[in-house]
């Protein structure tokens, strides 16, 4: 199988299991594959992209996720082989503020280091906030 071919399998994959989605509180990206009951059928998302397959005791599934820089180069390299519905989301999730892991580290303040409260602290060099 060519790596288009794989990129296109994998479109096709997210377009029926998968969702793009961008969390506020650390302006970081993901993007998930839907559910499996096996995390064979996922293993190969891993090996195309990178990320993780994690288990849900509750519901006894996997579901494969990537997030961050990644999870925006996945989401630019399946964009052309998705749906409208799909590529609205794509450009939705991408047209949110997003800092670099340099900008980000894991909601630590640039300027202290310490971690931030989510949603409600934010940093002393910007004007309005000051860190935990």
């Given at each position: 199988m060519t790596f288009r071919e794989k990129i296109m399998?994998?479109?096709g994959f997210m377009e029926g299991e998968g969702s793009f989605t961008h969390f506020s509180p650390g302006n970081s990206f993901m993007a998930t594959a839907g559910q499996a009951r096996s995390p064979e059928t996922l293993q190969?998302?891993?090996?195309?992209f990178g990320g993780h397959i994690h288990h849900e005791h509750t519901?006894?599934?996997?579901?494969?996720s990537v997030a961050g820089a990644r999870a925006r180069?996945?989401?630019m390299m399946l964009y052309p082989f998705l749906s409208s519905r799909r590529k609205e989301?794509?450009?939705?999730?991408l047209s949110k503020p997003w800092r670099s892991p340099?900008?980000?580290?894991s909601g630590r303040c640039p300027d202290?280091?310490?971690f931030r409260a989510w949603g409600n602290v934010k940093c002393p060099t910007?004007?309005?906030?000051?860190?935990?």
């Amino acid at each position: 199988m060519t790596f288009r071919e794989k990129i296109m399998r994998a479109a096709g994959f997210m377009e029926g299991e998968g969702s793009f989605t961008h969390f506020s509180p650390g302006n970081s990206f993901m993007a998930t594959a839907g559910q499996a009951r096996s995390p064979e059928t996922l293993q190969w998302l891993v090996e195309l992209f990178g990320g993780h397959i994690h288990h849900e005791h509750t519901r006894d599934m996997y579901k494969w996720s990537v997030a961050g820089a990644r999870a925006r180069g996945v989401m630019m390299m399946l964009y052309p082989f998705l749906s409208s519905r799909r590529k609205e989301k794509i450009r939705f999730v991408l047209s949110k503020p997003w800092r670099s892991p340099e900008q980000h580290q894991s909601g630590r303040c640039p300027d202290t280091g310490r971690f931030r409260a989510w949603g409600n602290v934010k940093c002393p060099t910007q004007s309005s906030t000051s860190c935990s």
